[in-house]
C-alpha cells in the first residue's frame, strides 16, 4: 500500500534539537484559523510536530476551529491574570461572594499563578484538590493550611470552573480543564437543636454573661453574620422592633467582609417581646458605660457584639464564645447556626405557622423551613409515639 500523501498545509523539515544539538525530523503545519476578532484580519498559525499524525490532528482540529469561529490562538495569558480579570469582571456579586472566590482561588494562584493559562491540565488541579484535602498547603504568607473539608473543597472546584470558563469564553482558552472535576461527597450532618429545657439553662447561663444578649439574638432565630453585622441603631428599644439590615462572614481567617443580608427575604423587622428588648436594653446601658469609662480608647463601632473596647467580634470569635457558653450551662455542644435550627423547632412545637416560621427566620420559601430547620425532637416523638398507643388501645 502506498504511503499517503501529505497535505500542502504540512511540510516535513529538518531542523536541529536544541537539547541534543542533532538534526531531527519534524512536521512543519501552516494553516488558516480564519479572522482575528481584535483586528479583523487573517491569521496564520504554523506550528511543528513531532510525527506526521500529531500534525494531520492538529491540522483537523484548527480547521474546524476556524470554521466554527472557535479557534484559540496560543497565548502567554498567566493563571494569575486571568484570575484577577475574572474577578475584576464580577460587577453584580455580592463583596461576600467575591471574597470567597478570592479565598477559594488562593491556592491555585499561589502554586500555579506564573503558569500560562493555556498549560494549566487537568492532573494539576487534580493534585492540588488532594493537597488541599489532606492538609499542609502554604500560604502566600507563608503559614501551613489546615485540612480543607469537603465543602471548602467543593467551593474551590466551583470557583476553578468559573474562572476557566470565563476564559473560554474570552477566547483565552480551547476548553475547560475543569469542567469535569467532580465534587468532592459531603458527609450530611443532621442539624441539631435544644430542647425547651436546654434552651432555659443556656438562656440562665447567659443572663450571668457580659455577652448573654448575643446568645438570646441566637436563639430567638438570627444568623451568626446576622448578629456580628448587628448595630444598636437597627434596634429600636421604644418600638420594640430589631431590623436585620447587613451581614457580617468571616470570608478566610481574620478577614471579615460586610454586606447585604444573605437573600433579600433575609432583610426583615421583628418584634421584641418585653423579655428580649429587657435584655437588649440592659447591653444597651452597659455598652454606653464601657465608653464612658473608657473615653477616647473607647472605639465606639456601634455594633451590638463588641468586646468591652467597642471592637466588633469577628463571626468565628463569636462561634468560640457559643461553644464556651454551651460548656458553661452544661448542656452538649451544638453550632450557632443550629441556635436559630432551635428556634424555629421550639416555634413549631408550639404550633406557630411554617409560613410565620418563615418569615421570622428570613426564608423566601417555607419549604426550606421545613426541610432545613424544623425537625420534632426526642421528646415530641415520645409524646406522639404515647399518644398514638393511647389510640391503639382504646378499644381493649
Known amino acids: 500500500m502506498s504511503r499517503q500523501q501529505l497535505p500542502p498545509q504540512i511540510k516535513k523539515v529538518d531542523v536541529l ?6 538534526m531531527v525530523v519534524r512536521y512543519q503545519l501552516t494553516v488558516d484559523s480564519g479572522l482575528d476578532p481584535a483586528s479583523g484580519k487573517r491569521r496564520q498559525v504554523r506550528r511543528r510536530y513531532a510525527t506526521e499524525k500529531m500534525a494531520r490532528d492538529a491540522l483537523s482540529e484548527v480547521t474546524s476551529a476556524a470554521i466554527t469561529g472557535t479557534f484559540v490562538p496560543r497565548k502567554a495569558v498567566t493563571v ?3 484570575s484577577a480579570d475574572w474577578l475584576a469582571s464580577l460587577h453584580n456579586a455580592r463583596a461576600t461572594t467575591v471574597n470567597a ?18 498549560k494549566l491540565s487537568r492532573p494539576d488541579l487534580d493534585r492540588l484538590l ?46 475547560n480543564v475543569a469542567a469535569a472535576m467532580r465534587k468532592v461527597p459531603r458527609a450530611r450532618s ?4 435544644y430542647t425547651p429545657d436546654e434552651i432555659g439553662q443556656v438562656l440562665r447561663a447567659a443572663d450571668r454573661d457580659r455577652n448573654g444578649h448575643l446568645w438570646y439574638l441566637a436563639l430567638s432565630g438570627l444568623r451568626r453574620g446576622e448578629i456580628a453585622g448587628l448595630r444598636w441603631s437597627d434596634i429600636d428599644l421604644d418600638g420594640r422592633t430589631l431590623s436585620v439590615e447587613r451581614n457580617r ?5 481574620g478577614n471579615v467582609v460586610e454586606g447585604d443580608p444573605k437573600t433579600l427575604s433575609s432583610r426583615r423587622t421583628l418584634p421584641l417581646d418585653d423579655g428580649l428588648a429587657a435584655v437588649l436594653r440592659r447591653a444597651s446601658a452597659r455598652y454606653a458605660q464601657e465608653r464612658l469609662a473608657l473615653g477616647a480608647d473607647h472605639h465606639d463601632s456601634g455594633y451590638v457584639a463588641v468586646n468591652a473596647a467597642g471592637e ?15 460548656k458553661t450551662a452544661k448542656v ?13 423547632t421550639a416555634m413549631h412545637l408550639r404550633g406557630v405557622p411554617v409560613a410565620v416560621i418563615a418569615k421570622w427566620l428570613g426564608h423566601a420559601d417555607p419549604s426550606i423551613t421545613v426541610s432545613l430547620y424544623v425537625h420534632s425532637q426526642d421528646d415530641a416523638l415520645k409524646a406522639a409515639s404515647a399518644t398514638l398507643g393511647e389510640v391503639l388501645t382504646a378499644g381493649h
Do not use: F
Open 17 to 22: 534539537d536544541r537539547k541534543t544539538g542533532k
Open 80 to 82: 494569575e491574570q486571568l
Open 101 to 118: 472566590y478570592v479565598y477559594a482561588l488562593a491556592p491555585l494562584r499561589e502554586r500555579h499563578g506564573g503558569l500560562p493559562v493555556q
Open 130 to 175: 488532594i493537597d488541599l484535602r489532606d492538609g499542609g498547603t502554604t500560604t502566600a504568607k507563608g503559614h501551613t493550611r489546615r485540612r480543607w473539608s469537603a465543602r471548602s473543597l467543593n467551593k474551590a472546584v466551583d470557583a476553578w470552573r468559573s474562572m476557566l470558563a470565563y476564559g473560554v469564553e474570552r477566547r483565552e482558552l480551547a476548553h
Open 190 to 193: 443532621e442539624m441539631q437543636s
Open 249 to 253: 462572614v468571616q470570608a478566610g481567617a
Open 312 to 326: 466588633p467580634y469577628t463571626p468565628d470569635t463569636l462561634t468560640r464564645m457559643w461553644l464556651k457558653m454551651a
Open 332 to 344: 452538649r455542644p451544638i453550632r450557632l447556626h443550629d441556635a436559630r435550627h432551635s428556634c424555629g
